[in-house]
Protein backbone atom coordinates (compact mmCIF):
# COMPACT_ATOMS: atom_id res chain seq x y z
CA UNK A 1 0.00 0.00 0.00
CA UNK A 2 1.22 3.44 -1.23
CA UNK A 3 1.69 5.99 1.56
CA UNK A 4 0.46 9.53 0.64
CA UNK A 5 2.96 11.92 0.57
CA UNK A 6 2.81 15.37 0.42
CA UNK A 7 4.22 17.91 -1.33
CA UNK A 8 4.92 21.83 -0.65
CA UNK A 9 3.68 24.36 -3.88
CA UNK A 10 4.99 27.73 -3.05
CA UNK A 11 2.75 31.09 -4.26
CA UNK A 12 3.76 34.57 -4.90
CA UNK A 13 1.55 37.80 -5.18
CA UNK A 14 2.52 40.45 -7.24
CA UNK A 15 0.31 43.52 -6.62
CA UNK A 16 -1.27 41.77 -4.15
CA UNK A 17 -3.91 44.12 -2.39
CA UNK A 18 -5.44 43.15 1.10
CA UNK A 19 -4.12 39.30 0.58
CA UNK A 20 -7.64 37.68 -1.06
CA UNK A 21 -5.70 35.70 -3.48
CA UNK A 22 -2.92 34.47 -1.17
CA UNK A 23 -5.79 33.70 1.34
CA UNK A 24 -7.01 32.18 -0.58
CA UNK A 25 -4.46 29.81 -2.80
CA UNK A 26 -3.25 29.06 1.18
CA UNK A 27 -6.92 27.11 1.83
CA UNK A 28 -5.95 25.00 -1.45
CA UNK A 29 -6.00 21.14 -0.53
CA UNK A 30 -5.41 19.29 -4.10
CA UNK A 31 -5.17 15.68 -4.49
CA UNK A 32 -4.03 13.51 -6.66
CA UNK A 33 -3.73 9.45 -6.68
CA UNK A 34 -1.55 9.36 -3.06
CA UNK A 35 -0.26 12.73 -4.05
CA UNK A 36 -1.45 15.56 -1.92
CA UNK A 37 -0.23 19.40 -1.74
CA UNK A 38 -0.49 22.36 0.36
CA UNK A 39 0.04 25.98 -0.71
CA UNK A 40 2.67 28.44 1.08
CA UNK A 41 2.89 31.63 0.37
CA UNK A 42 6.56 33.30 0.08
CA UNK A 43 5.68 37.47 -0.39
CA UNK A 44 3.70 39.80 -1.52
CA UNK A 45 4.40 43.36 -3.05
CA UNK A 46 1.58 46.42 -3.42
CA UNK A 47 2.61 50.14 -3.26
CA UNK A 48 -0.44 50.48 -0.62
CA UNK A 49 1.12 50.13 3.15
CA UNK A 50 -2.29 49.84 4.27
CA UNK A 51 -2.80 47.05 1.73
CA UNK A 52 0.28 45.10 3.16
CA UNK A 53 -0.65 45.16 6.59
CA UNK A 54 -3.99 43.18 5.70
CA UNK A 55 -1.72 40.95 3.39
CA UNK A 56 0.39 39.99 6.22
CA UNK A 57 -2.53 39.21 8.26
CA UNK A 58 -4.05 37.13 5.49
CA UNK A 59 -0.91 35.33 3.89
CA UNK A 60 0.93 34.38 7.05
CA UNK A 61 3.96 35.96 5.37
CA UNK A 62 5.58 39.56 5.45
CA UNK A 63 4.52 41.57 2.98
CA UNK A 64 6.66 44.48 1.03
CA UNK A 65 5.64 48.06 0.18
CA UNK A 66 7.44 48.78 -3.45
CA UNK A 67 6.53 51.30 -6.08
CA UNK A 68 6.94 49.58 -9.28
CA UNK A 69 6.81 52.38 -11.46
CA UNK A 70 9.80 53.43 -13.66
CA UNK A 71 10.90 56.83 -13.27
CA UNK A 72 8.90 58.06 -16.48
CA UNK A 73 5.86 56.30 -15.35
CA UNK A 74 5.67 57.80 -11.86
CA UNK A 75 5.83 61.43 -13.24
CA UNK A 76 3.03 60.82 -15.46
CA UNK A 77 1.15 59.01 -12.98
CA UNK A 78 1.61 62.22 -9.94
CA UNK A 79 1.99 64.77 -12.10
CA UNK A 80 5.56 65.50 -10.23
CA UNK A 81 8.85 63.75 -10.22
CA UNK A 82 9.72 61.33 -7.24
CA UNK A 83 11.47 62.51 -3.95
CA UNK A 84 15.18 62.07 -3.81
CA UNK A 85 14.40 58.73 -1.51
CA UNK A 86 12.80 57.14 -4.49
CA UNK A 87 14.65 54.52 -6.07
CA UNK A 88 13.38 52.26 -9.47
CA UNK A 89 12.20 48.77 -8.84
CA UNK A 90 14.53 46.15 -9.51
CA UNK A 91 14.89 42.38 -10.21
CA UNK A 92 16.60 41.95 -6.49
CA UNK A 93 13.57 43.66 -5.09
CA UNK A 94 11.50 41.13 -5.82
CA UNK A 95 13.72 38.31 -4.82
CA UNK A 96 13.58 40.13 -1.36
CA UNK A 97 10.05 40.42 -1.40
CA UNK A 98 9.10 36.75 -2.20
CA UNK A 99 12.10 36.17 0.70
CA UNK A 100 14.80 35.00 -1.77
CA UNK A 101 12.64 31.93 -2.24
CA UNK A 102 11.29 31.31 -5.64
CA UNK A 103 7.54 30.67 -6.17
CA UNK A 104 6.33 27.73 -8.62
CA UNK A 105 2.99 30.00 -9.15
CA UNK A 106 2.99 33.95 -9.51
CA UNK A 107 -0.94 35.64 -9.05
CA UNK A 108 -1.08 39.43 -10.20
CA UNK A 109 -3.95 40.92 -9.97
CA UNK A 110 -3.01 44.52 -11.24
CA UNK A 111 -4.56 47.93 -10.87
CA UNK A 112 -7.08 48.15 -13.39
CA UNK A 113 -8.82 51.54 -12.87
CA UNK A 114 -7.31 52.56 -16.51
CA UNK A 115 -9.25 49.84 -18.08
CA UNK A 116 -12.73 50.27 -16.05
CA UNK A 117 -16.18 50.91 -17.50
CA UNK A 118 -16.42 53.53 -14.65
CA UNK A 119 -13.94 55.48 -15.88
CA UNK A 120 -14.84 57.26 -19.14
CA UNK A 121 -13.10 56.52 -22.49
CA UNK A 122 -11.40 60.01 -22.75
CA UNK A 123 -10.27 60.11 -19.29
CA UNK A 124 -8.66 56.36 -19.56
CA UNK A 125 -6.59 57.55 -22.73
CA UNK A 126 -4.73 60.31 -20.00
CA UNK A 127 -0.79 60.21 -19.59
CA UNK A 128 -1.70 59.26 -15.62
CA UNK A 129 -3.76 56.29 -16.77
CA UNK A 130 -1.89 54.92 -19.39
CA UNK A 131 1.24 55.11 -17.01
CA UNK A 132 -0.93 53.05 -14.64
CA UNK A 133 -1.69 50.51 -17.41
CA UNK A 134 2.14 50.27 -18.48
CA UNK A 135 2.55 49.28 -14.25
CA UNK A 136 0.75 45.92 -15.24
CA UNK A 137 3.81 45.31 -18.11
CA UNK A 138 6.87 46.52 -16.12
CA UNK A 139 5.59 44.57 -13.13
CA UNK A 140 5.84 41.12 -15.59
CA UNK A 141 9.35 41.76 -17.10
CA UNK A 142 10.59 42.50 -13.30
CA UNK A 143 9.33 38.74 -12.58
CA UNK A 144 10.42 37.41 -15.69
CA UNK A 145 14.21 38.71 -14.97
CA UNK A 146 14.37 37.72 -11.46
CA UNK A 147 13.78 33.84 -11.92
CA UNK A 148 15.15 33.89 -15.83
CA UNK A 149 17.79 31.57 -14.51
CA UNK A 150 14.76 28.92 -12.70
CA UNK A 151 11.74 30.20 -14.23
CA UNK A 152 8.35 29.93 -12.21
CA UNK A 153 6.39 27.55 -13.91
CA UNK A 154 3.17 29.20 -13.78
CA UNK A 155 1.83 32.67 -13.84
CA UNK A 156 -1.77 34.22 -13.72
CA UNK A 157 -2.75 37.54 -14.50
CA UNK A 158 -6.10 38.65 -13.63
CA UNK A 159 -8.05 41.95 -14.77
CA UNK A 160 -11.46 43.86 -15.50
CA UNK A 161 -12.76 42.27 -18.74
CA UNK A 162 -12.48 45.34 -20.57
CA UNK A 163 -8.38 45.16 -20.69
CA UNK A 164 -8.85 42.65 -23.04
CA UNK A 165 -10.45 45.52 -25.62
CA UNK A 166 -9.14 48.85 -23.93
CA UNK A 167 -6.04 47.16 -22.69
CA UNK A 168 -5.33 45.22 -26.05
CA UNK A 169 -1.72 46.49 -27.06
CA UNK A 170 -0.63 46.26 -23.57
CA UNK A 171 -2.08 42.72 -23.81
CA UNK A 172 0.06 41.69 -26.92
CA UNK A 173 3.22 43.48 -25.56
CA UNK A 174 2.35 41.20 -22.23
CA UNK A 175 1.87 37.96 -24.00
CA UNK A 176 4.74 38.15 -26.63
CA UNK A 177 7.45 39.05 -23.66
CA UNK A 178 6.31 35.78 -22.05
CA UNK A 179 6.57 34.12 -25.13
CA UNK A 180 9.90 34.94 -25.22
CA UNK A 181 10.89 33.70 -22.36
CA UNK A 182 9.17 30.15 -22.75
CA UNK A 183 5.60 30.36 -21.62
CA UNK A 184 2.26 29.42 -23.80
CA UNK A 185 -0.31 31.82 -22.87
CA UNK A 186 -4.15 31.86 -23.06
CA UNK A 187 -6.56 34.54 -22.47
CA UNK A 188 -10.03 33.56 -20.96
CA UNK A 189 -12.69 34.98 -19.00
CA UNK A 190 -14.56 33.44 -16.09
CA UNK A 191 -16.67 34.17 -13.57
CA UNK A 192 -15.31 34.20 -9.73
CA UNK A 193 -18.81 33.48 -8.66
CA UNK A 194 -19.31 30.70 -10.73
CA UNK A 195 -15.63 29.16 -9.84
CA UNK A 196 -16.48 28.86 -5.84
CA UNK A 197 -20.59 29.30 -5.63
CA UNK A 198 -20.47 32.73 -4.87
CA UNK A 199 -23.51 35.28 -3.86
CA UNK A 200 -22.32 37.86 -6.65
CA UNK A 201 -21.59 37.75 -9.81
CA UNK A 202 -18.17 38.60 -10.66
CA UNK A 203 -16.74 38.26 -14.66
CA UNK A 204 -13.06 38.53 -14.49
CA UNK A 205 -10.03 38.33 -17.78
CA UNK A 206 -7.64 35.89 -17.19
CA UNK A 207 -4.68 35.36 -18.31
CA UNK A 208 -2.86 32.42 -18.18
CA UNK A 209 0.83 31.45 -18.55
CA UNK A 210 2.54 28.00 -18.27
CA UNK A 211 6.48 27.49 -18.63
CA UNK A 212 6.52 24.64 -21.62
CA UNK A 213 9.70 23.24 -20.55
CA UNK A 214 8.76 22.87 -17.30
CA UNK A 215 5.13 22.29 -17.08
CA UNK A 216 3.74 19.99 -20.26
CA UNK A 217 0.31 18.97 -19.42
CA UNK A 218 -2.42 20.40 -20.20
CA UNK A 219 -4.02 22.78 -17.75
CA UNK A 220 -8.07 22.74 -17.15
CA UNK A 221 -10.41 25.17 -16.36
CA UNK A 222 -11.70 24.84 -12.83
CA UNK A 223 -15.30 23.54 -12.67
CA UNK A 224 -18.68 25.71 -12.36
CA UNK A 225 -20.94 25.77 -9.58
CA UNK A 226 -24.09 27.36 -9.24
CA UNK A 227 -24.13 31.15 -7.48
CA UNK A 228 -26.05 31.47 -4.39
CA UNK A 229 -28.95 34.09 -3.47
CA UNK A 230 -27.54 37.11 -1.78
CA UNK A 231 -29.82 36.14 1.45
CA UNK A 232 -28.10 32.75 2.13
CA UNK A 233 -25.08 35.02 2.85
CA UNK A 234 -26.51 38.16 4.73
CA UNK A 235 -29.21 35.95 6.49
CA UNK A 236 -26.33 34.50 8.70
CA UNK A 237 -25.09 37.80 9.54
CA UNK A 238 -26.47 39.92 12.40
CA UNK A 239 -28.40 42.42 11.56
CA UNK A 240 -26.79 45.99 10.38
CA UNK A 241 -25.65 48.12 12.58
CA UNK A 242 -24.99 45.53 15.82
CA UNK A 243 -21.64 46.98 17.53
CA UNK A 244 -21.36 42.78 17.95
CA UNK A 245 -20.19 42.54 14.58
CA UNK A 246 -17.71 45.07 14.48
CA UNK A 247 -16.75 48.83 13.23
CA UNK A 248 -17.18 47.10 9.44
CA UNK A 249 -20.59 46.45 9.90
CA UNK A 250 -22.14 49.81 10.37
CA UNK A 251 -25.22 51.03 8.36
CA UNK A 252 -23.21 53.98 6.03
CA UNK A 253 -24.41 57.81 6.39
CA UNK A 254 -26.03 58.18 3.14
CA UNK A 255 -27.88 61.73 1.81
CA UNK A 256 -31.41 61.90 2.62
CA UNK A 257 -32.47 62.54 -0.85
CA UNK A 258 -30.62 58.65 -1.69
CA UNK A 259 -31.89 57.02 1.12
CA UNK A 260 -35.62 57.93 0.18
CA UNK A 261 -34.58 57.40 -3.76
CA UNK A 262 -33.62 53.55 -2.17
CA UNK A 263 -37.22 53.21 -0.76
CA UNK A 264 -39.04 54.06 -3.83
CA UNK A 265 -36.78 51.71 -6.43
CA UNK A 266 -38.49 48.53 -6.83
CA UNK A 267 -36.38 45.19 -5.25
CA UNK A 268 -33.90 43.74 -7.88
CA UNK A 269 -33.69 46.86 -10.51
CA UNK A 270 -32.29 50.17 -9.96
CA UNK A 271 -32.46 53.68 -10.56
CA UNK A 272 -34.14 52.98 -13.65
CA UNK A 273 -37.66 51.85 -11.84
CA UNK A 274 -37.74 55.50 -10.55
CA UNK A 275 -38.94 56.42 -14.32
CA UNK A 276 -42.07 55.18 -13.45
CA UNK A 277 -42.68 57.47 -10.79
CA UNK A 278 -44.46 60.73 -11.08
CA UNK A 279 -41.88 63.35 -10.77
CA UNK A 280 -42.48 67.60 -11.00
CA UNK A 281 -39.70 69.74 -10.19
CA UNK A 282 -37.89 67.25 -8.67
CA UNK A 283 -40.90 66.11 -6.25
CA UNK A 284 -42.79 62.99 -6.34
CA UNK A 285 -46.60 63.64 -7.43
CA UNK A 286 -48.08 60.53 -6.12
CA UNK A 287 -46.49 60.81 -2.54
CA UNK A 288 -45.93 62.38 0.39
CA UNK A 289 -44.22 62.89 3.69
CA UNK A 290 -46.64 63.42 6.18
CA UNK A 291 -47.63 62.62 9.65
CA UNK A 292 -50.65 60.54 10.99
CA UNK A 293 -53.98 61.85 9.38
CA UNK A 294 -56.35 62.65 12.13
CA UNK A 295 -59.72 63.35 10.39
CA UNK A 296 -58.49 63.75 6.84
CA UNK A 297 -55.53 66.51 8.03
CA UNK A 298 -52.77 66.82 5.40
CA UNK A 299 -55.21 64.35 3.47
CA UNK A 300 -54.59 64.33 -0.61
CA UNK A 301 -57.13 63.52 -2.70
CA UNK A 302 -57.22 60.82 -5.76
CA UNK A 303 -57.19 62.56 -8.95
CA UNK A 304 -60.42 60.51 -9.91
CA UNK A 305 -62.32 60.90 -6.44
CA UNK A 306 -64.33 63.14 -4.73
CA UNK A 307 -63.55 65.84 -2.75
CA UNK A 308 -65.53 66.06 1.05
CA UNK A 309 -67.36 69.27 1.81
CA UNK A 310 -65.66 72.72 1.33
CA UNK A 311 -65.71 73.98 4.58
CA UNK A 312 -65.05 77.65 5.47
CA UNK A 313 -61.34 77.38 6.43
CA UNK A 314 -60.21 74.72 3.98
CA UNK A 315 -56.37 74.16 4.32
CA UNK A 316 -54.32 71.17 4.24
CA UNK A 317 -53.74 70.92 7.75
CA UNK A 318 -57.35 70.78 8.75
CA UNK A 319 -58.70 68.01 5.96
CA UNK A 320 -58.20 66.35 2.73
CA UNK A 321 -57.62 69.71 0.96
CA UNK A 322 -54.89 68.58 -1.53
CA UNK A 323 -54.85 66.79 -4.55
CA UNK A 324 -52.49 64.13 -6.90
CA UNK A 325 -52.29 65.99 -10.13
CA UNK A 326 -51.60 64.04 -12.50
CA UNK A 327 -51.01 66.73 -15.19
CA UNK A 328 -47.39 66.78 -16.01
CA UNK A 329 -44.30 65.73 -18.18
CA UNK A 330 -42.74 62.99 -16.23
CA UNK A 331 -38.76 64.03 -16.44
CA UNK A 332 -36.92 62.18 -14.48
CA UNK A 333 -33.62 61.51 -16.05
CA UNK A 334 -30.68 59.14 -15.13
CA UNK A 335 -27.51 57.76 -17.13
CA UNK A 336 -25.20 56.63 -14.13
CA UNK A 337 -25.56 52.45 -14.90
CA UNK A 338 -27.90 50.75 -12.03
CA UNK A 339 -27.33 53.78 -9.55
CA UNK A 340 -29.48 52.92 -6.98
CA UNK A 341 -30.26 49.74 -7.44
CA UNK A 342 -31.69 47.44 -5.03
CA UNK A 343 -30.85 43.72 -4.82
CA UNK A 344 -33.50 41.29 -3.78
CA UNK A 345 -33.23 39.15 -0.89
CA UNK A 346 -32.83 35.48 -2.72
CA UNK A 347 -30.98 37.45 -5.64
CA UNK A 348 -27.19 36.63 -6.44
CA UNK A 349 -25.62 40.41 -6.18
CA UNK A 350 -23.30 42.08 -9.02
CA UNK A 351 -19.54 41.82 -8.79
CA UNK A 352 -17.95 43.77 -5.46
CA UNK A 353 -16.45 46.64 -7.24
CA UNK A 354 -13.93 49.60 -5.74
CA UNK A 355 -16.30 51.79 -5.27
CA UNK A 356 -19.99 50.55 -3.76
CA UNK A 357 -22.13 53.55 -2.53
CA UNK A 358 -25.72 52.98 -3.62
CA UNK A 359 -25.25 56.05 -6.33
CA UNK A 360 -22.38 54.12 -7.90
CA UNK A 361 -24.52 50.85 -8.49
CA UNK A 362 -27.25 48.19 -7.39
CA UNK A 363 -25.44 47.84 -3.96
CA UNK A 364 -28.12 47.94 -1.47
CA UNK A 365 -30.43 45.19 -0.58
CA UNK A 366 -34.16 44.34 0.45
CA UNK A 367 -33.96 43.33 3.97
CA UNK A 368 -37.03 41.66 5.32
CA UNK A 369 -35.58 41.53 8.40
CA UNK A 370 -36.30 45.17 9.34
CA UNK A 371 -38.16 45.14 12.43
CA UNK A 372 -38.47 41.54 13.30
CA UNK A 373 -41.86 40.41 15.45
CA UNK A 374 -43.77 43.54 17.05
CA UNK A 375 -43.87 43.47 20.68
CA UNK A 376 -47.31 42.96 21.07
CA UNK A 377 -47.90 41.10 17.56
CA UNK A 378 -51.99 40.76 18.81
CA UNK A 379 -52.16 44.29 20.48
CA UNK A 380 -55.69 45.54 19.17
CA UNK A 381 -56.02 43.48 16.63
CA UNK A 382 -59.52 43.28 14.79
CA UNK A 383 -59.67 39.54 13.13
CA UNK A 384 -61.92 39.74 9.70
CA UNK A 385 -65.29 38.43 10.04
CA UNK A 386 -64.25 35.22 7.79
CA UNK A 387 -61.20 34.55 9.54
CA UNK A 388 -59.78 32.72 12.52
CA UNK A 389 -59.17 34.41 15.65
CA UNK A 390 -56.35 34.43 17.42
CA UNK A 391 -55.20 32.33 20.35
CA UNK A 392 -57.58 32.82 23.23
CA UNK A 393 -54.79 33.41 26.11
CA UNK A 394 -55.14 34.90 29.68
CA UNK A 395 -54.70 38.36 28.42
CA UNK A 396 -57.99 38.96 27.01
CA UNK A 397 -57.86 42.48 27.02
CA UNK A 398 -55.59 42.20 23.41
CA UNK A 399 -56.35 40.72 20.53
CA UNK A 400 -59.88 40.14 20.63
CA UNK A 401 -61.76 41.62 18.41
CA UNK A 402 -63.91 41.21 15.43
CA UNK A 403 -65.49 43.49 12.87
CA UNK A 404 -69.12 42.22 12.66
CA UNK A 405 -70.55 43.24 9.29
CA UNK A 406 -74.37 42.40 10.87
CA UNK A 407 -74.90 45.35 11.75
CA UNK A 408 -77.03 47.37 15.19
CA UNK A 409 -80.23 45.84 15.70
CA UNK A 410 -82.01 47.91 17.56
CA UNK A 411 -84.04 45.51 18.70
CA UNK A 412 -81.37 42.82 20.07
CA UNK A 413 -79.02 46.04 21.47
CA UNK A 414 -82.63 47.76 23.53
CA UNK A 415 -81.51 49.61 26.93
CA UNK A 416 -77.54 49.11 25.93
CA UNK A 417 -76.22 52.72 27.19
CA UNK A 418 -79.34 54.36 25.44
CA UNK A 419 -79.54 57.71 25.82
CA UNK A 420 -83.18 58.59 25.95
CA UNK A 421 -84.92 61.78 24.04
CA UNK A 422 -86.44 64.56 26.02
CA UNK A 423 -89.77 64.08 25.23
CA UNK A 424 -90.04 60.11 25.66
CA UNK A 425 -90.48 58.11 28.92
CA UNK A 426 -87.29 56.90 30.58
CA UNK A 427 -86.36 52.91 30.67
CA UNK A 428 -86.88 51.19 34.25
CA UNK A 429 -84.70 52.15 36.99
CA UNK A 430 -82.47 49.31 38.17
CA UNK A 431 -80.87 48.49 40.62
CA UNK A 432 -77.50 47.96 39.45
CA UNK A 433 -75.79 47.48 35.81
CA UNK A 434 -72.45 45.58 35.05
CA UNK A 435 -72.69 45.56 31.45
CA UNK A 436 -74.66 48.72 30.52
CA UNK A 437 -77.78 47.50 30.55
CA UNK A 438 -80.47 50.47 31.15
CA UNK A 439 -80.99 54.01 30.42
CA UNK A 440 -78.73 56.79 32.02
CA UNK A 441 -78.78 59.23 30.01
CA UNK A 442 -81.11 62.08 28.38
CA UNK A 443 -80.67 64.42 25.63
CA UNK A 444 -81.50 67.59 27.47
CA UNK A 445 -82.10 70.50 24.83
CA UNK A 446 -82.76 73.01 27.90
CA UNK A 447 -80.95 76.49 27.07
CA UNK A 448 -77.54 77.61 28.87
CA UNK A 449 -76.13 74.25 28.33
CA UNK A 450 -74.01 76.31 25.09
CA UNK A 451 -70.14 76.47 25.72
CA UNK A 452 -69.66 80.76 26.57
CA UNK A 453 -66.17 82.38 27.34
CA UNK A 454 -65.05 81.04 30.62
CA UNK A 455 -66.40 77.82 30.01
CA UNK A 456 -64.28 74.99 32.25
CA UNK A 457 -63.92 73.48 28.84
CA UNK A 458 -62.80 75.81 26.89
CA UNK A 459 -60.61 76.84 28.86
CA UNK A 460 -58.81 73.11 29.68
CA UNK A 461 -56.49 73.76 26.39
CA UNK A 462 -58.59 71.10 24.12
CA UNK A 463 -56.42 71.36 21.05
CA UNK A 464 -53.81 73.10 22.42
CA UNK A 465 -50.37 74.04 20.56
CA UNK A 466 -47.51 74.03 23.08
CA UNK A 467 -44.52 76.13 22.36
CA UNK A 468 -41.28 74.75 21.07
CA UNK A 469 -39.73 76.66 23.98
CA UNK A 470 -42.39 76.02 26.59
CA UNK A 471 -43.45 73.75 29.04
CA UNK A 472 -45.89 70.95 29.12
CA UNK A 473 -48.64 70.05 31.61
CA UNK A 474 -49.04 67.85 33.90
CA UNK A 475 -49.31 64.87 31.84
CA UNK A 476 -52.64 63.47 32.85
CA UNK A 477 -53.49 59.25 32.42
CA UNK A 478 -56.22 60.53 29.56
CA UNK A 479 -53.83 63.07 27.35
CA UNK A 480 -55.16 63.20 23.78
CA UNK A 481 -54.88 66.05 21.23
CA UNK A 482 -58.37 66.61 21.90
CA UNK A 483 -58.62 67.35 25.82
CA UNK A 484 -55.53 69.39 26.46
CA UNK A 485 -52.42 70.41 25.36
CA UNK A 486 -51.14 67.50 24.03
CA UNK A 487 -49.03 69.01 20.45
CA UNK A 488 -46.31 70.67 20.21
CA UNK A 489 -44.88 73.33 17.52
CA UNK A 490 -42.00 71.37 16.38
CA UNK A 491 -39.80 73.94 14.53
CA UNK A 492 -37.20 71.24 13.16
CA UNK A 493 -37.30 71.00 9.47
CA UNK A 494 -37.12 67.39 7.70
CA UNK A 495 -33.60 66.94 6.31
CA UNK A 496 -32.38 68.31 3.47
CA UNK A 497 -31.45 66.96 0.89
CA UNK A 498 -27.50 66.24 1.10
CA UNK A 499 -27.59 66.00 4.65
CA UNK A 500 -25.69 62.28 5.56
CA UNK A 501 -27.39 60.69 8.20
CA UNK A 502 -28.98 56.71 8.86
CA UNK A 503 -31.97 55.52 8.25
CA UNK A 504 -34.49 53.23 8.32
CA UNK A 505 -37.46 54.09 5.84
CA UNK A 506 -39.53 50.78 4.68
CA UNK A 507 -39.92 50.74 1.13
CA UNK A 508 -43.04 50.00 -0.73
CA UNK A 509 -42.29 46.50 -0.68
CA UNK A 510 -42.27 46.28 3.39
CA UNK A 511 -38.84 45.86 3.21
CA UNK A 512 -35.45 48.02 4.40
CA UNK A 513 -34.08 49.00 0.78
CA UNK A 514 -30.40 49.91 2.53
CA UNK A 515 -26.71 49.78 1.19
CA UNK A 516 -24.58 46.79 2.18
CA UNK A 517 -22.40 47.37 5.14
CA UNK A 518 -18.83 47.15 4.67
CA UNK A 519 -18.59 43.86 6.48
CA UNK A 520 -21.18 41.85 4.25
CA UNK A 521 -18.92 43.23 1.04
CA UNK A 522 -16.85 41.24 2.56
CA UNK A 523 -18.91 38.46 3.19
CA UNK A 524 -19.80 38.52 -0.22
CA UNK A 525 -16.16 38.22 -1.73
CA UNK A 526 -15.78 35.29 0.76
CA UNK A 527 -12.87 37.35 2.43
CA UNK A 528 -14.88 36.12 5.46
CA UNK A 529 -17.22 33.95 6.88
CA UNK A 530 -20.64 35.37 7.87
CA UNK A 531 -20.33 34.94 11.48
CA UNK A 532 -17.61 35.90 11.73
CA UNK A 533 -15.55 39.74 12.38
CA UNK A 534 -12.93 40.96 10.08
CA UNK A 535 -10.95 43.60 10.99
CA UNK A 536 -8.45 45.81 8.09
CA UNK A 537 -5.97 47.91 8.64
CA UNK A 538 -7.32 52.04 9.24
CA UNK A 539 -10.49 53.46 10.27
CA UNK A 540 -12.35 54.71 7.06
CA UNK A 541 -15.33 52.75 5.09
CA UNK A 542 -14.36 54.47 1.68
CA UNK A 543 -10.39 52.67 2.04
CA UNK A 544 -12.04 49.44 3.67
CA UNK A 545 -14.27 48.73 0.54
CA UNK A 546 -12.36 50.04 -2.07
CA UNK A 547 -9.47 47.30 -1.32
CA UNK A 548 -11.91 44.74 -0.38
CA UNK A 549 -13.85 45.57 -4.15
CA UNK A 550 -10.23 45.21 -5.60
CA UNK A 551 -9.63 41.89 -4.13
CA UNK A 552 -9.44 38.44 -5.75
CA UNK A 553 -12.41 36.35 -3.95
CA UNK A 554 -10.31 34.00 -1.60
CA UNK A 555 -12.67 31.18 -2.75
CA UNK A 556 -12.15 31.15 -6.39
CA UNK A 557 -8.48 31.66 -6.19
CA UNK A 558 -9.03 28.60 -4.19
CA UNK A 559 -10.30 26.83 -6.98
CA UNK A 560 -8.14 28.08 -9.71
CA UNK A 561 -4.88 27.15 -7.43
CA UNK A 562 -6.71 23.47 -7.07
CA UNK A 563 -6.38 23.06 -10.42
CA UNK A 564 -2.95 24.21 -11.23
CA UNK A 565 -1.79 22.07 -8.77
CA UNK A 566 -2.93 19.18 -10.12
CA UNK A 567 -1.34 20.34 -13.35
CA UNK A 568 1.90 20.57 -11.38
CA UNK A 569 2.35 17.42 -9.57
CA UNK A 570 1.57 15.91 -12.87
CA UNK A 571 4.57 17.38 -14.46
CA UNK A 572 6.17 16.23 -11.01
CA UNK A 573 5.48 12.99 -11.42
CA UNK A 574 6.83 13.03 -15.16
CA UNK A 575 3.08 13.16 -17.29
CA UNK A 576 2.82 14.74 -19.79
CA UNK A 577 -0.54 14.31 -20.83
CA UNK A 578 -3.73 13.64 -18.70
CA UNK A 579 -7.44 13.82 -19.86
CA UNK A 580 -9.80 16.57 -17.99
CA UNK A 581 -13.61 16.88 -17.86
CA UNK A 582 -13.49 20.91 -18.03
CA UNK A 583 -11.82 22.59 -21.13
CA UNK A 584 -8.39 23.68 -21.67
CA UNK A 585 -7.14 26.76 -20.61
CA UNK A 586 -4.80 26.95 -23.12
CA UNK A 587 -5.95 24.47 -26.03
CA UNK A 588 -4.37 25.99 -29.36
CA UNK A 589 -0.76 25.83 -27.36
CA UNK A 590 -1.11 22.80 -26.36
CA UNK A 591 -1.70 21.43 -30.20
CA UNK A 592 1.54 23.08 -30.72
CA UNK A 593 3.34 21.86 -28.23
CA UNK A 594 2.39 18.13 -29.35
CA UNK A 595 3.43 18.78 -32.70
CA UNK A 596 6.88 19.89 -31.61
CA UNK A 597 7.17 16.79 -28.81
CA UNK A 598 6.91 14.67 -31.89
CA UNK A 599 9.75 16.31 -33.35
Known amino acids: MLMPTTIEIRHGHLFCGLGGGAKGFNAARPALGTQR???RCVGGVDSDAAAIRDFTRAAGVAGTVLDMFDRSQYTSFHGAEPPATWAEATPADIHAAFHHERPHI???????????GLLSEGKSKTDKYQALNRLTLRGIWLLLEAYKDDPVEMLLFENVPRIATRGRHLLDQIGDLLRAYGYAVAETTHDCGELAGLAQSRKR????????????PFLYEPAKRQLRAVGDVLDRMLLPGDLRAGPMHRVPALQ????????????GSDWRSLNRLEVEDGVLRDYLIVP???????????????SGVVAGASRPQNGSFSIADPRFDQSSKWNDGQAAGVRRWTDTTGAIAGQQSPMQGAYSVADPRHAGPAKHSNEFRIVEWAKASMAVTSA??????????????????????????????????????TSGEGSYAVADPRPGMQRNAGDAYLTGGHYGVVAWDGQSGAVSGSAAHDNGRWSVADPRPMPAPADKLVCRIRALDGTWHRPFTTLELAALQSLVDPEEQLELDGLSDQAWRERIGNAVPPAAATAIAEEMARTLMLAWSGETFTLGSTPIWVRNVAVAMTVAGAA
Open 37 to 39: ARF
Open 106 to 116: VFLSAPCKGFS
Open 205 to 216: FLLVARHIAKVP
Open 256 to 267: WKTWVRLAFVEA
Open 292 to 306: DMHNGALGVRDWNEA
Open 396 to 433: HGTGQAVADPRGPQADRLFGKYHCAAWDTPGRTVIGGS
